[in-house]
C-alpha cells in the first residue's frame, strides 16, 4: 500500500463560483482593464497558518474583489494536510492548490543514459556555484557563481518538466557523488572540504525538499500558472520558487513581497540547529543563492521597510525595481479610541500600557526594572502589560517569570494579587474582562510603551499610534522609520533610559496630547490597509501594463478573434529615453505666436 503523500492537493471552490470548461476563458485579462488573474504564491502562511502573512493575503485579496486570484501554497507541515482545510476563501479566489514540503516524495519515473547527464551537468552547475566563494571563481565585478547557479536551477527545471523524476534522482547516489565532487574540488570554500557521506546524504535531502516545487504540476497553460497575468510571491526562497519557473517558461511578470527578511530569518534559524558546519555552509549558500536570483528576476520588489529595502539591495535587487509598501492596519477598529484622544480623552494619566506578544525578544524583564525606577519617582503610577493568549510552552515559562520578578520588585504592594487596582503591575489577557478588545487595550493607559530587543516591522505601535497614544520605544527594527517624530524613542536594553522617557510624558500631559495626535495623522496617512491595497492596485496594473499580452488568436471553432493582437505594444527597456529635438516652430508657438 503506497502511504506516500500526494504531490500536491487542489482545493476547488463550490460549482456556483466556478465557470464551466465552456466558459473559462485562457486569460482573464480584460480589455476593458477589469479582471486579471494573479496567482499567490506562499509558504507556510495563506490560507492554513494563522499569521500576520494569512491576515495580509487575506485583506489583499478580499480588497481587490475585481480581480481573480489563484492560491498556491507550500506547506512545511503536516497540519494543512487532508481535513485541516484553509480558511474561508472570497468569491474572487477561484482555486487553491497545495504541495507538501514536509515528506518525501517520488513520482515513481527513473532516467534514462541521457537524462542522466542532463541531472548531473545542471546538478553540478548549482552545487558548483554554492561550494564556491566569488573570489575563488576570479572574478570581483559581476558574479559568475551567480550565472552557473541560475544555469544549474533552470535545467533542473526544464527537466523536470519534461520527464519528471527529479525528487528520485535529488535521492541518488550519483547525486551525492556529485556533491562530494563540488566540496573536493580545487577552489572550493575551505568549510566544506571536511564534509563525509552522511553531510552529503542530509544536504541532498534538504535540496530535494527546497527544489520540489520545481517538479510540480502547477505551471500549465490551461489552468496554472502558465494562465495567470501575475505571480505575486508573499516572501522570497522557496515561495517565489514557482514564480521563477513561470516567468522562465512563460513571461509571467513577478513581484515580490517581503514584510520579513526570509534570507536573516533562515540565517538566524541555522545558527541554532545542531547540523556540521559544511551542511550549514551549503545551505547558507543555497539559499543565498535562490535569494539573490529571485531579485534579479522579480519585475518588482516590495519590503515592508527600510530594514528589508536594505538586505534586499545588498543582495543584488535593482533599486530601480524597489518599493516600499507598508503593511495595512484597519485604522476603524482604532478609531472610536482615537477620537476620545484627539478631544483629550487619552486615558488614564499615571498608566503606562504594554501590549503584544509574551517571548523573550519583547524584554519585558527590562520593561519592569524600568517601571521600578518610575514608581520611585512617581509612586501612583501603574503597569499594564496586555498579551495575547499564550499557546506555547516557551512562551509560558517566560510569562511566569516575569509574574516572578514583579512580585519581587514590588513585594509590598503586590501581596499576592494580579487584578487591576490591586497590583501596580498587572498581567492580562486580550480577551479577558478588563480589556475585551485590542483597542480597549491600548485605551488603558496614555503611554505606550514597546520594550523589544528584535523587533521587524511594529504593527503594534502602528496601533497605538492610532488610538493617539504617546509611544516610547526601543531603537531596534523598523521603529524609529514608523515613528517619524512623533514619540519618543531610546537604545534597547537600557532600563534606565526607558524610564526617563516614560518619566518624562507622564509629567507632561500637553506633551503626551500633542504627540499622540501627530502620531495619530502619520498613522492615517501611511499605515492604513486603504494606502496597502490602493499601492498594489496600482502596482498590479503597472506591472500588467509593461508585460506582452498574451491572447489566443482563434476561438475554439477556428475563426480568428477580432482585435486578437491590439494595438499597444510591448516595448523592451525603459520608456525615459533621451528627449528628442524641438520642431523649429516649438519655440514659435512658446513666444505665444499662433501658426
Known amino acids: 500500500m503506497d502511504n506516500r503523500p500526494p504531490r500536491h492537493r487542489s482545493v476547488r471552490l463550490p460549482s456556483s463560483r466556478r465557470e464551466s470548461p465552456d466558459q473559462r476563458r485562457p486569460h482573464t485579462r480584460e480589455i476593458g482593464g477589469v479582471l486579471v488573474r494573479i496567482g499567490v504564491l506562499t509558504e507556510g502562511g495563506y490560507p492554513y497558518a494563522s499569521s500576520e502573512s494569512r491576515v495580509w493575503c487575506d485583506r489583499l485579496v478580499r480588497g481587490l474583489a475585481q480581480?481573480?486570484?489563484d492560491v498556491y501554497a507550500l506547506s512545511r507541515s503536516a497540519g494543512t494536510r487532508g481535513g485541516g482545510g484553509p480558511f474561508r476563501q472570497p468569491a474572487n479566489v477561484r482555486l487553491v492548490r497545495t504541495a507538501p514540503l514536509w515528506a518525501p516524495a517520488d513520482d515513481g519515473r527513473t532516467y534514462g543514459r541521457r537524462d542522466r547527464?542532463?541531472?548531473?551537468?545542471?546538478?553540478?552547475?548549482?552545487?558548483?556555484?554554492?561550494?564556491?566563494?566569488?573570489?575563488?571563481?576570479?572574478?570581483?565585478?559581476?558574479?559568475?557563481?551567480?550565472?552557473?547557479?541560475?544555469?544549474?536551477?533552470?535545467?533542473?527545471?526544464?527537466?523536470?518538466?519534461?520527464?519528471?523524476?527529479?525528487?528520485?534522482?535529488?535521492?541518488?547516489?550519483?547525486?551525492?557523488?556529485?556533491?562530494?565532487?563540488?566540496?573536493?574540488?580545487?577552489?572550493?570554500?575551505?568549510?566544506?572540504?571536511?564534509?563525509?557521506?552522511?553531510?552529503?546524504?542530509?544536504?541532498?535531502?534538504?535540496?530535494?525538499?527546497?527544489?520540489?516545487?520545481?517538479?510540480?504540476?502547477?505551471?500549465?497553460?490551461?489552468d496554472g500558472l502558465g494562465s495567470t497575468d501575475l505571480c505575486h510571491a508573499a516572501s522570497s526562497g522557496a515561495a517565489a520558487l514557482p514564480g521563477l519557473v513561470a516567468k522562465r517558461f512563460f513571461g509571467v511578470p513577478l513581484l515580490v513581497t517581503e514584510y520579513g527578511v526570509q534570507l536573516r530569518a533562515h540565517y538566524l534559524t541555522a545558527a541554532g540547529t545542531p547540523d556540521s558546519p559544511p551542511l550549514r555552509t551549503l545551505l547558507a549558500a543555497f539559499q543565498r543563492r535562490l535569494t539573490t536570483e529571485v531579485y534579479r528576476q522579480a519585475d518588482a520588489l516590495t519590503p515592508g521597510n527600510t530594514h528589508?529595502?536594505?538586505?534586499?539591495?545588498?543582495?543584488?535587487?535593482?533599486?530601480?525595481?524597489?518599493?516600499?509598501?507598508?503593511?495595512?492596519?484597519?485604522?476603524?477598529?482604532?478609531?472610536?479610541?482615537?477620537?476620545?484622544?484627539?478631544?483629550?480623552?487619552?486615558?488614564?494619566?499615571?498608566t503606562v500600557v504594554w501590549v503584544g506578544r509574551v517571548e523573550p525578544a519583547k524584554d519585558l524583564v527590562g520593561l519592569l526594572h524600568a517601571?521600578?525606577?518610575?514608581?520611585?519617582?512617581?509612586?501612583?503610577?501603574?503597569?499594564?502589560?496586555?498579551?495575547?493568549?499564550?499557546?506555547?510552552?516557551?512562551?509560558?515559562?517566560?510569562?511566569?517569570?516575569?509574574?516572578?520578578?514583579?512580585?519581587?520588585?514590588?513585594?509590598?504592594?503586590?501581596?499576592?494579587?494580579?487584578?487591576?487596582?490591586?497590583n501596580p503591575v498587572s498581567f492580562e489577557e486580550i480577551g479577558g474582562p478588563e480589556a475585551p478588545d485590542l483597542a480597549d487595550a491600548y485605551a488603558a493607559g496614555s503611554v505606550s510603551v514597546l520594550s523589544s530587543v528584535v523587533e521587524g516591522f511594529p504593527v503594534g505601535l502602528i496601533e497605538a499610534m492610532l488610538c493617539g497614544r504617546a509611544t516610547v520605544s526601543t531603537d531596534v527594527g523598523a521603529v524609529?522609520?514608523?515613528?517619524?517624530?512623533?514619540?519618543?524613542?531610546?537604545?534597547?536594553?537600557?532600563p534606565r533610559a526607558l524610564a526617563d522617557a516614560c518619566l518624562a510624558l507622564l509629567?507632561?500631559?500637553?506633551?503626551?496630547?500633542?504627540?499622540?495626535?501627530?502620531?495619530?495623522?502619520?498613522?492615517?496617512?501611511?499605515?492604513?490597509?486603504?494606502?496597502?491595497?490602493?499601492?498594489?492596485?496600482?502596482?498590479?496594473?503597472?506591472?500588467?501594463?509593461?508585460?506582452?499580452?498574451?491572447?489566443?488568436?482563434?476561438?475554439?471553432?477556428?475563426?480568428?478573434?477580432?482585435?486578437?493582437?491590439?494595438?499597444?505594444?510591448?516595448?523592451?527597456?525603459?520608456?525615459t529615453a533621451a528627449p528628442r529635438p524641438a520642431p523649429a516652430w516649438a519655440a514659435t508657438v512658446a513666444e505665444g505666436v499662433h501658426v
Open 117 to 222: 547527464r542532463r541531472f548531473t551537468t545542471h546538478l553540478a552547475d548549482l552545487v558548483t556555484a554554492l561550494s564556491r566563494t566569488p573570489q575563488a571563481a576570479g572574478g570581483t565585478g559581476d558574479d559568475p557563481l551567480a550565472a552557473r547557479f541560475a544555469s544549474g536551477l533552470y535545467g533542473l527545471a526544464d527537466l523536470a518538466r519534461e520527464r519528471g523524476g527529479l525528487c528520485a534522482a535529488l535521492r541518488s547516489e550519483s547525486a551525492a557523488r556529485v556533491l562530494e565532487a563540488a566540496c573536493r574540488a580545487p577552489g572550493a570554500h575551505r568549510s566544506v572540504h571536511p564534509a563525509t557521506v552522511p553531510d552529503y546524504l542530509a544536504f541532498a535531502d534538504r535540496l530535494e525538499r527546497a527544489l520540489r516545487p520545481l517538479s510540480l504540476d502547477w505551471y500549465d497553460t490551461a
Open 67 to 69: 480581480h481573480e486570484f
Open 371 to 422: 517601571f521600578g525606577e518610575i514608581r520611585k519617582q512617581l509612586p501612583h503610577t501603574r503597569l499594564r502589560i496586555i498579551a495575547a493568549p499564550v499557546r506555547d510552552r516557551e512562551a509560558g515559562g517566560y510569562l511566569a517569570h516575569c509574574r516572578g520578578l514583579a512580585a519581587q520588585l514590588f513585594p509590598d504592594e503586590a501581596a499576592g494579587a494580579h487584578a487591576v487596582g490591586d
Open 480 to 494: 524609529v522609520e514608523v515613528i517619524g517624530g512623533t514619540g519618543l524613542v531610546v537604545p534597547p536594553r537600557n
Open 507 to 575: 509629567r507632561d500631559p500637553e506633551r503626551r496630547q500633542r504627540l499622540g495626535a501627530a502620531a495619530r495623522a502619520r498613522a492615517l496617512e501611511l499605515f492604513t490597509v486603504e494606502q496597502n491595497l490602493a499601492a498594489f492596485r496600482a502596482l498590479y496594473l503597472e506591472l500588467l501594463a509593461l508585460a506582452p499580452v498574451r491572447r489566443e488568436t482563434e476561438s475554439p471553432y477556428g475563426w480568428p478573434v477580432p482585435f486578437a493582437h491590439p494595438a499597444e505594444a510591448h516595448v523592451a527597456g525603459r520608456w
Open 308 to 350: 528589508a529595502r536594505r538586505w534586499q539591495e545588498r543582495c543584488g535587487a535593482d533599486r530601480a525595481r524597489i518599493r516600499t509598501v507598508y503593511p495595512g492596519v484597519e485604522a476603524e477598529r482604532f478609531a472610536a479610541v482615537g477620537d476620545r484622544a484627539d478631544e483629550g480623552g487619552a486615558g488614564d494619566g499615571r
